[in-house]
């Protein structure tokens, strides 16, 4: 199993959002941990808005990934967003961002969450990923699409052990 | 990013234009039509008409996704009243407010979260009386910007010949002062900025901004030219805002008369200032300056509301006999043509306080912006974050930093923590040590170095915010 497919429950999959800017995404987001997972959405909100100040999480072709340092989480947590209409995000390529993956983590940061992101960095560079996260209709398919994702070089021993 | 400005005045208007240019998204109110009108042919903005303190009005203007509101109506009770609605109404998440009575600042308590959620306060009478109080202290200097809580100063000195290094080598300030490690970071000669290295001739006539630590601005200052004495008497022309506040602030170390036209105002003036004497006038009354021997004045001010006004009584007191004249000048273009002209400084309000208002608006960490020769040029002082990985800054030497033309780290102010062992309890107390480092080619940025970026042209600001914004990975 992959790092990713541990830190995302299927109720944290949000689609078809209606959200007009950066702003409202980060309040959604904020809502949805606060439902979830108790989170107070004041804190995702501020920790999200801080982290975005000092450089933007926009990966380009639409993906943002943004993410923050919670007090008093234990582990790290994600969501996974894809808004009707894509926002500006003030992304490297320009473009407004349409799939978000918001990811928050422990105040100690640490070398896992390094790998985290490296790992959501892969997977949304991946063209045929994103077709997939853009086009499926279901939280269930946009949740096994995420917890069946294989780095490359994993994909050879997948098959194998099938 | 999405700002919502709210007044359209003097500062309203720097502001906007000012972040026009930047990729940002800018939306103005003010309830005067004609004068958002004129904006907007001139910006590429947005416009609201009507109250900004009303909350069906900063819908209007965009608060549900806005990123900052900027609170700069010329009525403090607007400013702190929009302020809470939009944290209330549209969880606006940054608000900054100008505040102009001093009353406020006496009780921070009423800016928090759970009052009137103003995160920033600016007062641009404040600001501007502060700078004209460093003019002051160092009657040579055009400009005196501090860094680095006062530790730190750039100064921009007019070389005069005579000067010790003035026509010599930049590299000779090291031999006439080998114990001063200061730097000069830029020289406009003939309104064009030069970006020096040790091989520049300093020509007489050479505006020169130079970076040191405070206490070795005086002896800097010496290599441009012959020192003036100390200020001892000073004429301050219009008693407004600024002109008071500045009045009271000097008139015990300095012998201060200040000329105000309307008689109500003259009387407030008088019964509110101890020693400074207040005379009622007109400050282009040539006779009025005669009289109250202008020619005898250390310094003229001329501070009131009107440009022309300014303009014309401080020409009037430099022909008159003035040793140095100072005018508030607006209009941007006027401030232009008659610096180093015979007015010996020019201030643009407007630029001299939006500084502290941009280093919130600025993308990355910036803790303050300085606006340089009325907006041309730009002191930053940029806050580096992460790593080697993360950052294009930390954990390279200055010369591996990919710094757009035009733009030239003049210092760095690395913050160090000290473990002191507390001996009565056996807690580690930490102490935070703040020590300016004039950088080499060779200097390494540590994270959390506050790095002083001069930018020649404003237009090179923005790529260098870019440069010191963290990666992807930066947590």
């Known amino acids: 199993m992959t790092l990713i497919a541990k830190l995302l429950p299927a109720a944290n999959i949000c689609l078809g959002l209606e959200a007009s800017s950066k702003k409202r995404v980060f309040e959604q987001a904020g809502l949805l941990f606060e439902n979830n997972q108790g989170i107070a959405r004041s804190q995702v909100f501020d920790s999200l808005f801080a982290r975005e100040k000092l450089g933007s999480t926009g990966l380009g072709q639409g993906v943002a990934i943004p993410h923050g340092r919670i007090k008093g989480l234990k582990e790290a947590i994600g969501g996974f967003v894809r808004l009707e209409t894509p926002v500006a995000f003030d992304a490297p390529d320009g473009r407004p961002v349409n799939l978000l993956f918001v990811l928050l983590v422990p105040e100690q940061a640490t070398e896992l969450h390094l790998q985290i992101l490296s790992e959501l960095a892969q997977m949304f560079a991946d063209k045929a990923f994103r077709e997939q996260l853009l086009q499926a209709t279901e939280v269930a398919a946009i949740h096994t699409l995420f917890t069946a994702w294989q780095p490359a070089h994993a994909e050879a021993q997948r098959r194998a052990a099938v | 990013m999405k700002i919502i400005i709210l007044g359209a005045g003097q500062v309203g208007s720097s502001v906007a234009e000012n972040l026009v240019s930047e990729a940002n998204d800018i939306t103005v109110v003010d309830t005067d039509i004609p004068r958002l009108q004129a904006m907007q042919d001139r910006l590429d903005l947005r416009t609201v008409v009507g109250n900004a303190a009303s909350p069906h009005v900063l819908a209007q203007a965009g608060a549900d996704d806005a990123d900052l509101l900027i609170a700069v109506?010329?009525?403090?009770?607007?400013?702190?009243?929009?302020?809470?609605?939009?944290?209330?109404?549209?969880?606006?998440?940054?608000?900054?407010?100008?505040?102009?009575?001093?009353?406020?600042?006496?009780?921070?308590?009423?800016?928090?979260?759970?009052?009137?959620?103003?995160?920033?306060?600016?007062?641009?009478?404040?600001?501007?009386?502060?700078?004209?109080?460093?003019?002051?202290?160092?009657?040579?200097?055009?400009?005196?910007?501090?860094?680095?809580?006062?530790?730190?100063?750039?100064?921009?000195?007019?070389?005069?010949?005579?000067?010790?290094?003035?026509?010599?080598?930049?590299?000779?300030?090291?031999?006439?002062?080998?114990?001063?490690?200061?730097?000069?970071?830029?020289?406009?000669?003939?309104?064009?900025?030069?970006?020096?290295?040790?091989?520049?001739?300093?020509?007489?006539?050479?505006?020169?901004?130079?970076?040191?630590?405070?206490?070795?601005?005086?002896?800097?200052?010496?290599?441009?030219?012959?020192?003036?004495?100390?200020?001892?008497?000073?004429?301050?022309?219009?008693?407004?805002?600024?002109?008071?506040?500045?009045?009271?602030?000097?008139?015990?170390?300095?012998?201060?008369?200040?000329?105000?036209?309307?008689?109500?105002?003259?009387?407030?003036?008088?019964?509110?200032?101890?020693?400074?004497?207040?005379?009622?006038?007109?400050?282009?009354?040539?006779?009025?300056?005669?009289?109250?021997?202008?020619?005898?004045?250390?310094?003229?001010?001329?501070?009131?509301?009107?440009?022309?006004?300014?303009?014309?009584s401080s020409l009037m007191a430099k022909r008159m006999g003035a040793h140095r004249v100072v005018a508030l000048i607006n209009r941007r273009a006027y401030a232009d043509l008659v610096q180093a002209g015979r007015i010996d400084i020019a201030i643009s309000p407007a630029q001299v306080s939006i500084g502290s208002l941009l280093a919130h608006v600025r993308r990355g960490d910036v803790a303050a912006v300085h606006s340089l020769r009325r907006g041309a040029a730009e002191a930053l002082e940029l806050v580096a974050h992460g790593d080697r990985k993360t950052s294009k800054v930390v954990g390279r030497r200055v010369d591996e930093i990919r710094l757009p033309e035009g733009a030239m780290i003049g210092a760095i102010v690395r913050r160090s923590q000290r473990e002191v062992l507390a001996r009565m309890s056996d807690v580690t107390v930490h102490e935070t040590e703040e020590r300016v480092v004039m950088p080499h080619h060779d200097t390494v940025i540590e994270p959390d170095d506050h790095v002083i970026v001069f930018c020649a042209d404003r237009r090179v600001v923005a790529r260098v915010e870019r440069l010191f914004q963290v990666g992807f990975g930066f947590f």
Do not use: W
């Open chain 2, 73 to 312: 109506t010329a009525s403090d009770q607007t400013n702190l009243c929009a302020c809470r609605i939009a944290k209330t109404l549209y969880n606006l998440p940054t608000r900054i407010a100008r505040l102009r009575s001093m009353d406020y600042a006496e009780h921070p308590e009423l800016l928090d979260d759970s009052n009137f959620a103003v995160d920033f306060s600016i007062c641009p009478e404040q600001e501007v009386t502060d700078y004209i109080k460093r003019l002051i202290a160092f009657p040579e200097a055009l400009q005196v910007i501090e860094f680095a809580g006062g530790r730190l100063s750039l100064v921009a000195v007019r070389a005069v010949g005579g000067g010790p290094l003035v026509g010599r080598q930049i590299k000779a300030l090291r031999e006439h002062l080998p114990d001063i490690d200061a730097r000069i970071v830029a020289i406009y000669r003939n309104d064009t900025a030069i970006m020096p290295d040790g091989d520049t001739v300093i020509e007489p006539g050479d505006e020169v901004f130079c970076l040191a630590a405070s206490e070795h601005v005086r002896a800097v200052t010496a290599e441009l030219r012959r020192l003036d004495k100390p200020m001892r008497r000073i004429m301050i022309a219009g008693g407004g805002n600024i002109g008071y506040r500045l009045a009271a602030s000097l008139e015990d170390r300095y012998e201060v008369k200040l000329i105000e036209h309307a008689r109500p105002r003259a009387e407030f003036l008088a019964s509110n200032l101890h020693s400074a004497l207040v005379l009622q006038g007109d400050t282009t009354d040539e006779m009025l300056l005669e009289a109250e021997n202008v020619d005898d004045m250390d310094l003229y001010l001329a501070l009131t509301n009107d440009d022309e006004n300014n303009i014309m």
